[in-house]
């Protein structure tokens, strides 16, 4: 009898939600491998598994068949215990040899740690492969979880995305027997709903591929993939037109159709006066349909469908997805003109009935806080010199943001809000900086969403989330693990993402005060705690944290150390992390921020608490300096000081820091020389405010004391 | 791939068609109704209150609660006072017309039925793209919500297909499936019209004769004339009555009194409340904030109505029982 075989299981359901399928097939793997891992019937990473719309599939390799028989040790009385002065078993050995069930003379004596020991060594049989993964599969399938399951006999019977129908379980060529919601397991697969065989038997898992594709199953979604891909692109080539890519929807036409087919439609070309946006909200989330461009990016009067068949026999299908389309159009149509007939600031009173937040107010009074706080970050820019002046735009952008949440057309299409108040605003004349603000201002909904595109937008856009934060913050609304119901960390990414890539410098606590003042402003009933803010600002910089590592590649110690040192404003602060990763390797610098290091700790020591470089230091007298180090030292730090002084006004804080790397020839011989702790109080109290002075001076670019040498991060 | 191929020469000729095609309106429901017939559901007629969707028609309401197996099929016109678009929408409508199921406890093969259902109205189901698409359903009026999927013909919604989860507040033993048709829908692709009121309602009548003036009127009522004040005393009159027969039900002690009380009478008011909330809500006489509030005072009394037929339930089997030893 050969030792391993293959093992394949496949549960058969009713359509799982697509978006689903890809999650719960990578949880299934994870959960198979520990318990074949942990019942010693496979290592590790054995296990393939992948899915389709009504099944979900495991195919584990080289599983053991029978499990190794294991010895195991049980310990018993010590042998003191045991055995009495002449050597002779005590009632104590006795009862243990009758608990283990083995014979007085069969046990013996093992030596440990804690001295000899009576001990019984028990051979456990391995089981089969058969037995345990009978008892493993269910119980598997029990713990895959779902972000809304479903009972589909009774309440009280097995939870699951969709109703179980089927399970296919076959190790070695035979079937594993369970059953699972009154389903028992079998050797018979299902094929494709209307074209396949409705039951398919099966021995393996090539056999499984092979029989599920001529009955038109797809079943492991590269293969869909391509098949959707190939397809788009021979139906595009034959009429130079391309393809709007999207590969979101790819993904989930992949996961909708178990065998899917690429078809090409029309659509009335009258309906491309409606702007391009519309069209492609219609067709992608409402039809899943991608786009057409032809070839210089306009959008064609084309759609490409996929279906979950082998071909159109005739026609019918196409036909009737141009009249869903043709409908759906004509709908956005009729939205789009009946808007029209009402200017985007008419709708601004309807806003008092919209409630953004029950404790917060309306979208009407959102606007008044958005429309302070966009003035107030347009006129911080534009008075520093820093911008040109783009307040009365970012003002009437905030103002009209939100109206067109009232609009028939995004309530129809939610998605497309923001975008529509913009394509309205242009339609009805607003400047455009006006309307592409409008458009952008909620933006950047992630990572990879690029920020707006004005001036006046990243107003608006900062000012929109920087509300909602803060305004939740006061209510108590703060995000805690897996719940963020306002998605306030995606508009804590958005403000860090838009500061950094335009570049805007601000101190974000200002920021946040305007903010909380505007609140207060709205509705005096909330009281803005003086906490809530520095939770803000925490929130925020904890989110800066995130994207400077992530995004832009930084280690952990180069921007706690920067951010250390000042992270309000947090343009300025990722210039000092730039400096701070320019300039690590230099001979000089890991040894000298080991230097500051100890000058914290030992600051700390003496303090009997935390030493912060912002703490108020007693001034160092010359005077009372006993050596030639001391001395030099501060004679060292006065003239470096100066010189990264304006070094560090100018912003240049590469340089800066190379001069303060030019301390440690001083620092060194300091700690060698001289002994901190000096009997006399005054010398002791001189050295250690030279030495917080030092902390102080040199940690306003970056605080050295948190940068960890190369070899330990 | 050869699909890709012959795509390239797939006939187009289905997307005008020249003669009538499809199946009349109420040949659409007769053959329904005669395939669940067949299947064993009862035939039942629509509910004689104004009801928003077949759910709340008591036939499926208060029938998914409890033990007791049913099966039933039944055509229920639903009214949207929101969805009205005075008869000028080629897909809108005021009234729609549900062809409700619900079996229960849920066969296995309850999608092979559904799909036998299609076949039985002349849809040819590998010539069209059949899908079933992720869709949970809820009604908070309800306090009830499934788990299931729109199915999809050719990108068309044409059923809602849900295991229901709970109803009034209730979790359900056993488990019913609700099919819900949308014939209209339905109806207006298999004749290959694009506009609802060009439907063959029979041979001799189109759907615009039949329904129009409806379509017509009821959105001028629903958006115009209907006066929000009388509506909303209407409302509250209907709540406060469905208050007092909860409130009488809860002070009853005898269990026989308990079974003969009106509950259903109370079912029908909070089926009022729901409608009424409908108008005042397309009349745009509803604030936001107010509108949750209102949501969960009709939940609140359809809850309690549920509680109160359950209990009037389990009393009759106990009654039974008794009468049986």
Not at chain 1, 689 to 705: H, P, V
């Amino acid at each position: 009898m050969k030792g391993r075989a293959e093992f394949l299981l496949e549960i058969g359901c009713e359509e799982i939600p697509a978006g689903m399928i890809a999650k719960a097939a990578g949880d299934l793997k994870q959960i198979l491998e520990t318990q074949l891992a942990t019942h010693r019937l496979a290592q590790k990473g054995s296990v393939e598994t992948f899915g389709a719309p009504r099944r979900l599939i495991a195919i584990a390799r080289e599983i053991i068949l029978k499990q190794d028989d294991i010895t195991q040790e049980i310990l018993g009385p010590p042998k003191s215990v045991a055995y009495d002065a002449v050597g002779q078993p005590t009632r104590a050995a006795q009862s243990f040899a009758e608990k283990q069930a083995t014979p007085l003379e069969k046990l013996s004596i093992v030596a440990t740690p804690k001295g000899d020991y009576l001990a019984v060594k028990k051979v456990i049989a391995g089981r089969f492969a058969k037995d345990l993964l009978a008892e493993i599969v269910p119980q598997a399938i029990r713990e895959l979880s779902f972000p809304r399951s479903m009972y589909w006999t009774s309440a009280s019977d097995l939870r699951f995305i969709r109703p179980i129908r089927w399970a296919v379980a076959i190790l070695d060529g035979k079937v594993v027997p369970f059953t699972l919601a009154g389903v028992a397991s079998s050797d018979t697969s299902s094929g494709h709903r209307f074209l396949g065989k409705p039951k398919i038997k099966v021995k393996d898992s090539a056999e499984l591929i092979d029989r599920l594709r001529r009955n038109f199953v797809l079943a492991q979604p590269s293969e869909r993939h391509k098949k959707i891909e190939t397809e788009i692109q021979a139906i595009l080539a034959k009429r130079s037109l391309r393809l709007h890519a999207d590969a979101e929807l790819t993904e989930l036409v992949t996961y909708l159709n178990e065998y899917p087919t690429a078809i090409l439609g029309d659509f009335d070309p009258s309906y491309l006066n409606l702007p391009e946006e519309i069209l492609l909200t219609v067709m992608r989330d409402h039809q899943k349909y991608f786009g057409v461009t032809d070839k210089d990016g306009a959008l064609a009067p084309h759609f490409i469908a996929i279906i979950n068949l082998d071909k159109d026999r005739k026609g019918l299908v196409r036909a009737g997805h141009e009249k869903v389309l043709r409908a759906r159009f004509s709908d956005a149509r009729f939205f789009w003109e009946m808007d029209q007939k009402k200017k985007l600031g008419e709708h601004l009173p309807r806003l008092k009935q919209v409630t953004y937040e029950t404790r917060l107010g309306s979208y009407y009074d959102k606007v008044e806080r958005m429309r302070t706080l966009a003035r107030w970050l347009a006129n911080t820019w534009s008075q520093g010199g820093v911008l040109e002046s783009h307040a009365d735009d970012a003002d009437r952008a905030a103002e009209l943001a939100k109206c067109d949440l009232v609009t028939d057309m995004v309530r129809e299409f939610t998605e497309l809000q923001g975008i529509v108040g913009g394509l309205y605003a242009r339609a009805q004349g607003e400047p455009e900086d006006v309307a592409t603000a409008i458009y952008d201002h909620y933006r950047p909904v992630g990572l990879d969403d690029p920020i707006p595109r004005n001036l006046a937008g990243c107003s608006v856009a900062i000012a929109d989330k920087l509300d909602a934060i803060v305004g939740c913050f006061a209510v108590g609304a703060i995000p805690s693990g897996s719940s963020d119901p306002f998605a306030l960390r995606r508009a804590a990414l958005g403000i860090v993402k838009i500061l950094l890539e335009r570049k805007l410098p601000l101190s974000i606590s200002s920021a946040i005060s305007t903010a909380a003042n505007a609140l207060r402003q709205t509705a005096p009933h909330i009281e803005v705690k003086p906490e809530a803010e520095a939770q803000v600002l925490e929130f925020l910089l904890e989110r800066a944290r995130y994207i400077l590592r992530e995004r832009y590649g930084y280690a952990y110690d180069e921007v706690n150390a920067a951010l250390a040192a000042g992270g309000d404003d947090i343009v300025d602060a990722i210039a000092r992390v730039a400096a701070i990763k320019a300039i690590r390797k230099a001979k000089d610098f890991v040894p000298l921020a080991a230097a500051f290091k100890r000058i914290r700790n030992i600051l700390e020591k003496s303090a009997g608490g935390a030493a912060k470089s912002n703490e108020k230091s007693s001034t160092v007298k010359p005077e009372l300096f006993r050596e030639e180090a001391e001395r030099e030292l501060y004679e060292a730090a006065q003239r470096i000081g100066e010189k990264a002084h304006t070094l560090k006004r100018n912003a240049k804080y590469k340089e800066a820091l190379e001069v303060i790397a030019g301390l440690r020839p001083a620092v060194d011989n300091f700690f060698n020389k001289v002994l901190v702790m000096a009997q006399e109080e005054e010398v002791k109290k001189n050295r250690l405010a030279l030495l917080q002075s030092l902390l102080k001076e040199f940690s306003t670019i970056a605080d050295f004391s948190e940068i960890v040498p190369e070899e330990q991060n | 791939m050869t699909a890709a191929k012959s795509l390239a020469k797939a006939p187009r000729k289905a997307a005008t068609p020249a003669k009538p095609q499809g199946l009349t309106f109420q040949d659409l429901i007769f053959k329904l109704e005669k395939f669940w017939t067949d299947k064993g559901c009862i035939l039942q007629q629509p509910y004689d209150v104004e009801v928003g969707a077949g759910t709340m028609h008591p036939e499926t309401f208060l029938r998914v609660l409890g033990p007791e197996p049913y099966k039933v099929v039944y055509v229920q016109p639903s009214r949207r006072p929101a969805d009205g678009r005075y008869g000028e929408n080629p897909n809108r409508l005021f009234k729609h017309h549900q062809l409700q199921v619900i079996l229960k406890p849920t066969p296995t093969d309850v999608q092979d039925l559904y799909l036998q259902s299609l076949e039985a109205v002349g849809i040819n189901l590998k010539e069209h793209d059949v899908r079933f698409e992720e869709d949970n359903w809820e009604s908070p009026t309800l306090g009830a919500w499934g788990i299931g999927w729109q199915v999809l013909l050719d990108g068309q919604e044409i059923t809602q297909f849900t295991y229901f989860q709970q109803t009034g507040g209730f979790d359900l033993q056993p488990v019913s499936v609700e099919l819900t048709y949308g014939l209209d829908r339905i109806a207006s692709y298999l004749q290959g019209v694009d506009n609802v009121f060009d439907v063959r309602w029979s041979k001799n009548l189109t759907y615009r004769q039949v329904r129009f003036a409806d379509e017509q009127q009821f959105s001028g009522y629903n958006f115009e004339w209907a006066d929000p004040v009388a509506t909303r005393k209407m409302f509250d009159l209907s709540e406060s009555e469905v208050q007092r027969l909860v409130k009488a039900y809860a002070a009853l002690k005898s269990p026989d009194e308990k079974r003969r009380f009106p509950i259903l009478a109370a079912y029908d008011l909070c089926l009022k409340c729901s409608h009424l909330f409908n108008v005042l809500d397309a009349r745009g006489a509803i604030s936001t904030t107010e509108r949750a509030a209102l949501i969960n005072r009709v939940r609140q009394l359809t809850c309690k109505v549920a509680a109160g037929w359950l209990e009037q339930r389990s009393l009759e089997v106990a009654a039974e029982s008794g009468a049986a030893q």
